[in-house]
């Protein structure tokens, strides 16, 4: 019962609890190829960036750091008839400088090859695809959370996000047994 509580005490456990929430929740930063530098010609097809993306569990809020020789190199966001064809003549977006931020705002598949003639043909393309939180827990042979995940914001992936539900469902009840 709510009653055994004073209205204070009830009130900073809310604020502890969503604070608590919210740094579970942080969006993630993932280095493209998880580690210095890796926007580039794979040199074998082990190296290949799909190899690593398909390791990682990507949500809406991440974010994707690439990082490449800004004078010789460019990210191209592309479709997927693009991505396929290595097609560089018209880019969804383009990006350049050599340390490109891309936020992932949508769920998904985002397609981006190199900028640079010849370098997708060489295998320098990545596929990210984006699960939206709320169905994240349901992706059927959605890989390991832990492996490959470069840690960032948060020290775990699913564990953490899927605490924080829990934690959103505890105070949902508490203010529910604070209004009645
Ligand atoms: C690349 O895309 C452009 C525009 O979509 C198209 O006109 C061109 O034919 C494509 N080039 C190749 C080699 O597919
Ligand atoms: C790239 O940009 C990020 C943030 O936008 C920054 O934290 C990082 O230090 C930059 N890296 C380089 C090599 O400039």
């Given at each position: 019962?709510?009653?055994?509580?004073?209205?204070?005490?009830?009130?900073?456990?809310?604020?502890?609890?969503?604070?608590?929430?919210?740094?579970?929740?942080?969006?993630?930063?993932?280095?493209?190829?998880?580690?210095?530098?890796?926007?580039?010609?794979?040199?074998?097809?082990?190296?290949?960036?799909?190899?690593?993306?398909?390791?990682?569990?990507f949500l809406i809020g991440d974010s994707l750091v690439f990082e490449y020789d800004g004078s010789k190199d460019s990210v191209l966001l592309v479709t997927k008839e693009d991505y396929l064809a290595c097609?560089?003549?018209?880019?969804?977006?383009?990006?350049?400088?050599?340390?490109?931020?891309?936020?992932?705002?949508?769920?998904?598949?985002?397609?981006?090859?190199s900028g640079e003639q010849g370098n997708c043909v060489k295998g320098q393309k990545l596929i990210v695809v984006v699960i939206s939180e709320r169905h994240s827990k349901f992706t059927a042979g959605a890989p390991a959370p832990s492996e490959g995940v470069v840690p960032a914001a948060a020290p775990t992936s699913g564990g953490g996000r899927l605490h924080g539900e829990l934690v959103v469902g505890f105070v949902a009840a508490l203010v529910g047994s604070l209004v009645i």
């Open positions: 019962m709510a009653g055994c509580f004073s209205r204070t005490k009830i009130s900073s456990v809310l604020l502890l609890l969503c604070l608590f929430f919210f740094s579970l929740s942080e969006a993630r930063v993932y280095p493209v190829g998880g580690k210095d530098n890796a926007w580039r010609v794979p040199s074998s097809e082990a190296e290949s960036l799909n190899h690593w993306s398909e390791k990682s569990r097609n560089t003549t018209s880019p969804v977006a383009s990006y350049r400088g050599g340390n490109t931020t891309v936020k992932l705002e949508r769920s998904g598949p985002y397609y981006f090859i």
